[in-house]
């Protein structure tokens, strides 16, 4: 009898630096999945987006979502100061 060998694929993010936001919007973890939609602007850069923001259902990328977090929290733990 042959032997199988089982191989385990696992989706993982690419590497994240600590303390960055990475949303997941599958819907797998028990949270409302992002749904798609016709075209339209993106909430946050306004390029034409399909993607239904899962809370506010408006038309947003999730790396758009995900910049915006990072960006406030960069600027709530740097004081927002320049
Ligand atoms: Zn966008």
Redesign the pocket.
């Known amino acids: 009898m042959a032997t199988t060998t089982t191989r385990t694929v696992v989706s993982r993010p690419a590497a994240v630096p600590a303390g960055r936001v990475v949303l997941d919007w599958s819907g797998l973890d028990g949270e409302e999945p992002a749904r798609l939609g016709p075209l339209a602007p ?6 034409p ?1 399909l993607l239904r923001h899962p809370v506010t259902r408006r038309p ?2 999730k ?2 979502a995900e910049a915006a977090i990072n960006a406030r929290r960069s600027s709530r733990t740097r004081g927002g100061g320049a």
């Open positions: 993106c909430q946050h850069c306004g390029q987006a947003c990328h790396i758009c």
